[in-house]
């Protein structure tokens, strides 16, 4: 159970708690605790944040490099035409686009 899930648990609680509960003042101050967990709720959860961060696509040294995939890909590629094209390794220094020949440093 992830972080977020455990404090919506615990929100549930409370709702249910406010609801047997006559006191107004207390009820107030209660829906007042399960609407501070759902801000800490959002806080708490890795999936929205960390998704807009890795899908972002790095620049590593002329060659982009997407996230979760391996390989460089060639950035004239990619910004003319869109497509993702992988570059093969001619030697330590130097790549080829497959698709454009371009050589990358
Ligand atoms: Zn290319």
Same mark, same amino acid.
Request: overall charge positive; hydrophobic content about 35%; some cysteine.
């Given at each position: 159970?992830?972080?977020?899930?455990?404090? #919506? +648990?615990?929100?549930?609680? &409370?709702?249910?708690?406010?609801?047997? !509960? /006559?006191?107004? $003042?207390? #009820? +107030?101050?209660?829906?007042? &605790?399960?609407?501070?967990?759902?801000? !800490? /709720?959002?806080? $708490?959860?890795?999936?929205?944040?960390?998704?807009?961060?890795?899908?972002?696509?790095?620049?590593?040294?002329?060659?982009?490099?997407?996230?979760?995939?391996?390989?460089?890909?060639?950035?004239?590629?990619?910004?003319?035409?869109?497509?993702?094209?992988?570059?093969?390794?001619?030697?330590?220094?130097?790549?080829?686009?497959?698709?454009?020949?371009?050589?990358?440093?």
């Amino acid at each position: 159970m992830t972080l977020s899930e455990r404090i #919506k +648990h615990v929100q549930q609680d &409370l709702s249910q708690l406010t609801q047997t !509960i /006559a006191d107004t $003042a207390l #009820k +107030h101050k209660l829906n007042m &605790l399960v609407e501070a967990l759902s801000y !800490i /709720a959002l806080d $708490a959860s890795p999936d929205e944040m960390t998704t807009s961060v890795s899908t972002a696509i790095e620049l590593k040294n002329g060659r982009y490099v997407f996230p979760n995939q391996k390989g460089f890909y060639c950035p004239n590629c990619f910004d003319r035409d869109g497509i993702k094209a992988v570059t093969t390794r001619i030697n330590s220094k130097l790549r080829i686009c497959s698709v454009c020949k371009t050589s990358i440093k």
